[in-house]
């Protein structure tokens, strides 16, 4: 079975700071895609992010990038430039890719992000 | 589009109540799902499915129950509420397979029952 790990339930950080978000699964597949979301106080779950395990460069979205490390299996997130509308739970997420058809999605517990001003 | 949308947003239920959590998409997306959040535990799949006609459970199934018979609608119906599953529910839609696509999250209903 797939698991997530969040290590950090929590952390703040400075407005305009760097910031890094942990995240590490287990898993005995080989194709598979990871994800971050964001949930911020609306409750919505917005996609930050994308990696899928065959690329070996890592994903970037603007201010928000990736350290994929297969080998690890380690996802780290990274939030560059932090901005007070980026306040929100940081979830991660593991899916399978099961030749053709998908797996579900399993999420860790996710982190609460606070950026001060 | 609308995307995903969920009825109602909030729910307060007695214990032994029944109800049903409407979710619909208008992607045309074959893939649908269900999922709880609790407080500390991230989201939990309660069922899927990957078509009209066909749902299966996921890892939290006991207590809920689902049918597809549309594209569009997915409804997720709690036969007898229990304290237990207060909890706030996500339906999510895609359109396999994941490598060009990805979930799309509805609002969310926050479900009480006391």
Same mark, same amino acid.
């Given at each position: ?18 910031? !890094? ?6 898993? /005995? ?46 996802? /780290? ?21 099961? $030749? $053709? ?6 999420? $860790?517990? $996710? !982190? ?6 | =589009? ?7 947003? &909030? ?6 109540? %029944? ?8 992607? =045309? ?25 066909? @749902?299966?459970?996921?890892? *939290?199934? =006991?207590?809920? =129950? *689902?049918?597809?018979? @549309?594209?569009?609608? &997915? ?10 599953? @207060?909890? *706030?529910? &996500?339906?999510? %839609? %895609? ?9 799309? &999250? ?6 009480? *029952?006391?």
């Amino acid at each position: 079975a797939q698991t997530v790990t969040q290590s950090q339930p929590e952390m703040s950080v400075q407005e305009a700071e760097t910031v !890094t978000l942990s995240c590490t699964y287990d898993t /005995s597949e080989s194709n598979y895609y990871l994800f971050w979301y964001k949930q911020p106080p609306s409750r919505q779950m917005i996609l930050v992010i994308r990696q899928e395990a065959y690329k070996q460069q890592n994903a970037t979205e603007n201010r928000f990038s990736v350290n994929f490390q297969k080998a690890a299996k380690s996802f /780290s997130l990274k939030i560059s430039d932090s901005q007070l509308g980026d306040t929100a739970m940081y979830f991660c997420a593991f899916m399978a890719y099961l $030749g $053709g058809s998908q797996g579900n999605l399993i999420f $860790g517990k $996710g !982190t609460k992000l606070s950026v001060k001003p | =589009n609308a995307g995903v949308t969920q009825t109602p947003k &909030f729910q307060v239920l007695k214990t032994g109540q %029944s109800m049903t959590l409407q979710c619909a998409q208008d992607m =045309n997306h074959e893939y649908m799902s269900w999922y709880r959040q609790d407080p500390g535990m991230g989201l939990r799949l309660i069922h899927y499915s990957v078509g009209a006609g066909i @749902t299966d459970q996921g890892e *939290v199934p =006991n207590g809920y =129950n *689902v049918s597809r018979s @549309t594209t569009e609608d &997915f409804p997720l119906r709690l036969l007898s509420a229990a304290p237990s599953q @207060t909890s *706030v529910y &996500f339906c999510a %839609s %895609s359109k396999p397979p994941m490598g060009t696509d990805t979930q799309y &999250f509805g609002p969310g209903t926050r479900l009480t *029952v006391l």
